[in-house]
Structures are given as structure tokens and as C-alpha cells.
């Protein structure tokens, strides 16, 4: 089976700061890896799909890049909005352990 | 307007078993590919199980054997049949809907808590 595995697993930045999320697969996966958001008590949204599509509605300040094995999800400028616990997800099945992201 | 609403969680003693529904609207489910996917309190997501529009199913290690995925095509509904549950099923379950393969989960109902206990 195919892990992912993403870091930092918290990450504490500042409004305004750019900041990245990496999520690794334990075996090339295309491009095949989406990234969603959730906010505390809240369902998750989908940001970014085949690595680096952003969903319709999804600020352009979220971008997705990568293939293989590694890939990244980039907020360029955090806003207090942002605040929420990020997951990578290949293809249909496996996800990420998540990070948490705070200001 | 594309809605999920699951239904049928609740408190279950290990060992027992339990029908999730996830009832769609908008769309045609079995045009779709469909997942469960549950988050046990306080911890991440994890994939439980998929149905492809073709029909086949895949399930994470952890509930194969154990768990069932199945739809109901004249109800327009979505099914996850639970038996032998645990203690670490306990999480609340979401139904999602991905509009083609490997492009995401765009669609996601609001959840339903199963406590195993």
C-alpha cells in the first residue's frame, strides 16, 4: 500500500507569510494527489486536484505543485482564515496524517 | 444543487453491526465514484472504502472483510454495511463524492458519528 506522508505536522506562521506543506508518497504517483482543508469541526473542503488544479471558488493564494513523490501545497500570503488542518490524499484512497496550520 | 446527507450512526457494543446510508441528491450516484471516509475523534482523515461507476470496490486494509460498500440505484443512495465493529471504528463517518477518478472529493455530506462501545 501507498503511504503519504506530510510535515511539518504544525506549523505556527504569521498573516501575511508564505507557507508550504509537503506531503511525500512512499511510490511515484503521478500526479495523482489532491489537498483539502478543514476547519475544526467542520467537514473537508477540496483545494487542489491532480497535484496542482485549484478547485473552482479556492483563493488564488492556494497553489499546488509537484509529481512523483513529493509534492507541495503553497498558501502565499497566510490570512487568519487559512487557520484550519490541511490533508494530501493520492489518487482515491490513501490520505495524509495532516498539518495543522495556526497564526 | 448536489447534497449528502448521511444517517444511521449511533452507539453500537463491539462485535455488532450497523447500515450507514448517505442518501444523494443532484446527481445520479451511480454515475459517480463514491467513497466513505471517517475521522475518529480528535485524529486525521482516513480512507474506508470506494464504489466505482462500473461498480467495483476497493477497501483500506483496516475494515476489508469487515465493511461493505453498495448502493441503492432507485433510491439514489449510497451504503456502507459495518459488522464485527471495534472499538477503533469509533469516528464519524463522511460520504464524498468524486467526480471523476483522481481528481478529488469535491462533494462531502455533513457526517455521521458511530461509537463502538
Known amino acids: 500500500d501507498i503511504q503519504m506522508t506530510q510535515s511539518p505536522s504544525t506549523l505556527s506562521a504569521s498573516v501575511g507569510d508564505r507557507v508550504t506543506i509537503t506531503c511525500r508518497a512512499s511510490?511515484?504517483?503521478?500526479?495523482?494527489l489532491a489537498w483539502y482543508q478543514q476547519k475544526p469541526g467542520k467537514g473537508p473542503k477540496l483545494l487542489i486536484y491532480?497535484?496542482?488544479n485549484l478547485e473552482s471558488g479556492v483563493p488564488s493564494r492556494f497553489s499546488g505543485s509537484g509529481s512523483g513523490t513529493e509534492f507541495a501545497l503553497t498558501i502565499s500570503s497566510l490570512q487568519p482564515d487559512d487557520v484550519a488542518t490541511y490533508y494530501c490524499?493520492?489518487?482515491?484512497?490513501?490520505f495524509g496524517q495532516g498539518t495543522k496550520v495556526e497564526i | 444543487e448536489v447534497q449528502l446527507v448521511e444517517s444511521g450512526g449511533g452507539l453500537i457494543q463491539p462485535g455488532g453491526s450497523l447500515r450507514l446510508s448517505c442518501a444523494a441528491s443532484?446527481?445520479?450516484?451511480?454515475?459517480?465514484?463514491m467513497s466513505w471516509v471517517r475521522q475518529a475523534p480528535g485524529k486525521g482523515l482516513g480512507w474506508v472504502s470506494v464504489i466505482y461507476s462500473d461498480g467495483n470496490t476497493y477497501y483500506a486494509d483496516s475494515v476489508k472483510g469487515r465493511f461493505t460498500i453498495s448502493r441503492d440505484n432507485s433510491k439514489n443512495t449510497l451504503f456502507l454495511q459495518m459488522n464485527s465493529l471495534r472499538g477503533e471504528d469509533t469516528a464519524v463517518y463522511y460520504c464524498a463524492r468524486a467526480v471523476s477518478p483522481g481528481e478529488g472529493l469535491r462533494y462531502w455530506g455533513q457526517g455521521t458519528l458511530v461509537t463502538v462501545s
Open positions: 491532480k497535484a496542482s
Open positions: 511510490q511515484s504517483i503521478s500526479t495523482w
Open positions: 490524499q493520492q489518487y482515491m484512497w490513501t
Open positions: 443532484g446527481f445520479t450516484v451511480s454515475d459517480n465514484y
